[in-house]
């Protein structure tokens, strides 16, 4: 990586932690990538590390929505150009499609969406970091325009950590609790063609703490379906994948969980939307905060109420050294005492 790709991408990572949305998070890493691998749009997606859900979103001259949603349908197999899941697998995290590009094995299905948004060239990167997957990026040009080249694809793989640690900073400077909002849940219900058609009346408030919606769609009278409700409705749809996600907000972390209903009803599926509880919270904060197991396994013991010689006890080592892990878990956290730790886990 060059100085200046590196210079700025450390002031990339120190700007994260002071913007107030994920859409200001998208423009600063969009405008700092941009000044080496040139773009008209982007899309940023983070997923919760623990359940690989969909956890915050921006986008800007991106695909759209409903464009989104047919490429997510496409089938990772088959002739799928470079699906996320190959990409995540590495060991090349970066992938270019270009429409026009001649002798190129790609999907019917991917050019016909790229045609209709009147997309030339993508570059998509898998943003995986020490064995952790947290997103992907997308990065595209319009029709006409040079496509992305094999050595900005390179410079791309060299950005990806960058671009996580900017993500994580972002994550881990939500306030690192439950929301404290106090609303009821809000609850609603995703019908078979993928609208809401039942919500309480607390959802449209909920929604608008994830930012990803402008005021006049929240305004309208139908609720629309936001990306990440959409995303984890269809995991809801398969047994196998975990429809739960944490999600960082102004006010601290809220969870969405899906499930699919049942009876006559069961081709829909229920989302709820709501603070996320202390143990709700810790696995996923355990990852975007960088503790270590030891450390994850410190305060498991501190939440069922273990003193620090019972805790260095039960995880054979010595009261020091236990102590020494607080001095590590206070400082990324951002807590001061112990009595600080539990209160933002148990409330």
Not at 96 to 103: E, I, M
Not at 321 to 346: M, P, Q, W
Request: glycine share 10%; net charge positive.
């Amino acid at each position: 990586m060059s100085t200046g790709e590196s210079a700025s991408g450390v002031a990339a990572i120190g700007a994260a932690s002071e913007v107030g949305s994920a859409m200001e998070l998208g423009t600063v890493i969009s405008r700092w990538i941009g000044q080496v691998i040139p773009h008209e749009g982007y899309m940023l997606a983070a997923v919760d590390p623990v359940t690989g859900a969909g956890c915050f979103l921006a986008r800007e001259h991106g695909y759209s929505p409903a464009a989104a949603r047919r490429l997510t349908r496409i089938r990772p197999d088959g002739d799928h150009p470079v699906p996320f899941e190959q990409l995540v697998k590495g060991p090349c995290r970066v992938g270019v499609l270009n429409t026009d590009a001649p002798g190129q094995r790609r999907n019917a299905a991917m050019r016909a969406v790229m045609a209709d948004q009147g997309v030339g060239s993508e570059l998509r990167i898998a943003l995986v970091e020490a064995g952790t997957t947290w997103g992907g990026l997308v990065l595209l040009r319009p029709r006409g325009a040079r496509p992305f080249s094999v050595a900005e694809a390179a410079r791309a793989q060299r950005l990806g950590r960058d671009v996580v640690a900017a993500m994580r900073r972002y994550a881990t400077g939500a306030p690192p609790e439950p929301s404290r909002l106090d609303r009821p849940p809000g609850v609603l219900v995703v019908g078979a063609d993928e609208t809401i058609v039942a919500a309480t009346p607390s959802v449209r408030a909920w929604i608008g703490e994830l930012e990803t919606l402008p005021a006049p769609a929240l305004a309208a009278p139908h609720i629309p379906m936001e990306s990440t409700i959409w995303n984890l409705t269809q995991a809801a749809r398969h047994p196998d994948t975990p429809a739960l996600t944490r999600i960082p907000t102004r006010h601290g972390w809220i969870v969405l969980r899906a499930q699919p209903m049942t009876g006559e009803e069961k081709s829909a599926v229920a989302v709820t939307i709501q603070p996320a509880t202390g143990t709700e919270l810790l696995p996923a904060m355990a990852l975007w905060h960088g503790l270590t197991p030891r450390e994850r396994a410190v305060i498991d013991r501190v939440l069922e109420g273990q003193a620090t010689k019972q805790i260095a006890r039960r995880l054979g080592m010595s009261p020091h050294t236990v102590n020494d892990h607080f001095k590590s878990i206070y400082r990324k956290i951002g807590v001061c005492a112990r009595e600080e730790l539990i209160a933002r886990f148990l409330g």
